[in-house]
């Protein structure tokens, strides 16, 4: 090999190593933490800075990776030494994440499960074992505009919701009596959840059935169907930003949504409230909804394991809770209290609420129910849909 060429790939080599050290030449070890932008990455900021405080000889480097991105970079970036110690990611990726060797399981597991809501705790168990942090909850509510409708209007069923809606879009033209993202599998799951029934069982980890195809959902999802009397937009023009925006504008009087858009809300001037979803036909208690558990994920490459587990564990300290809380308006993962004039209506509504499921063929699940959605609230043959989805899940 040519001289130069040689002292160049070794140079490459030595400035390599040394990009992926985590250590300074005074000792000082640096973890890198992969977070999202928009309120997250100031929490890192912030929580980082304290824990320097008491522990000097760490510190924490905040580097943005989104929180759908971090699952498929961590498979590529971890193994090639130039990934994270710690990262964030939602729960229901956990199944992708141990089977692919990608983190380690939580230090301490059985102290962090009595600190955390045992809802978080039974979204990070895979296969009996935990992994990861619960940094915040979530699921969504129903909010609405005070300024178009009343408390003591509020539907508590569907048909409610709907018969309301039909009311109001006649008297008011060019508003609506509710809005929402009929293409996302994230809000639709609420329509199949009648009877008890749960995406891949009740403990959701049934590989062999979905349950999404079944008598409950495809009743559920018929009625799904004829709500589009009470809103007649095709699905192209309802995803999730038309729906807030609409919401933002003070256009729509109710929206399915969650905690992330309280501050635009607020900022926009609207004046809203948040309580529990309606029940499904035939169901008098609010239909389910689906919750997450964000998550911040210690690193199976990491070469400080131990820094890692411990900074990850101060994220779940009361001080830490409050201040995410107060950056990101998330829902604490512990027990604390927090002021806020609309979290009420989304803990009534977790009392409801089931885990996303976290088995790896979730990762399936989401483009086929998406699309299956849309097609359905357009008119297409809801069985049909759904068994095509069911299909696309298991890979049939």
């Not at 900021?45 to 320097?52: D, L, M, N, R």
């Not at 809501?117 to 909850?137: E, H, I, Q, R």
């Amino acid at each position: 090999m040519n001289r130069k060429i040689l002292a160049a790939v070794l140079a490459g080599a030595v400035m390599l190593s040394f990009s992926c050290s985590k250590k300074t030449e005074s000792g000082k070890v640096v973890l890198t933490v992969w977070e999202s932008t928009n309120g997250p990455d100031e929490f890192i900021k912030q929580a980082g800075e304290a824990y320097t405080k008491s522990h000097p000889n760490v510190e924490i480097k905040y580097v943005n990776v989104e929180l759908g991105d971090a699952v498929t970079q961590i498979a590529l970036d971890g193994p090639a030494g130039v990934g994270p110690d710690l990262f964030a990611a939602p729960h229901d990726r956990l199944g992708s994440l141990v089977t692919g060797g990608h983190v380690l399981p939580t230090a301490n597991a059985d102290t962090i499960k009595n600190e955390v809501l045992s809802s978080c705790a039974k979204a990070l168990t895979y296969d009996g074992k935990m992994y990861g942090y619960p940094v915040s909850a979530e699921t969504y509510a129903l909010f609405y505009n005070k300024d178009l409708i009343s408390e003591e209007e509020l539907p508590k069923t569907w048909e409610e919701l709907a018969d309301w809606s039909k009311a109001f879009n006649a008297k008011n033209p060019g508003k609506y009596g509710f809005v929402m993202d009929v293409g996302s599998s994230y809000y639709t799951i609420v329509f199949t959840t009648a009877e008890g029934n749960r995406l891949f069982g009740p403990d959701g980890t049934d590989t062999n059935n979905t349950n999404i195809n079944s008598a409950a959902s495809i009743k559920g999802m018929k009625f799904y169907q004829s709500l589009r009397s009470a809103l007649d937009v095709p699905a192209a023009d309802l995803d999730t930003s038309t729906a807030d925006a609409a919401f933002q504008a003070g256009t729509a009087a109710m929206h399915i949504t969650g905690l992330w858009n309280v501050v635009p809300f607020e900022n926009a001037g609207i004046d809203f409230g948040v309580t529990t979803l309606p029940a499904l036909p035939g169901d008098s208690n609010p239909c389910a909804s689906f919750s997450g558990t964000r998550a911040m994920f210690v690193s199976a490459y990491t070469d400080h394991p131990a820094e890692a587990n411990d900074f990850a564990a101060f994220l779940l300290s009361e001080e830490m809770q409050k201040l995410r809380f107060d950056l990101t308006g998330t829902v604490p993962s512990i027990n604390v209290e927090v002021s806020s004039p609309y979290l009420g209506g989304f803990m009534a509504q977790l009392n409801y609420a089931f885990p996303m499921p976290s088995i790896p063929e979730m990762g399936m699940y989401w483009e086929a129910m998406n699309n299956a959605s849309k097609n359905i609230w357009d008119g297409a043959d809801v069985k049909a849909e759904l068994d095509a989805c069911n299909a696309a899940i298991l890979g049939k």
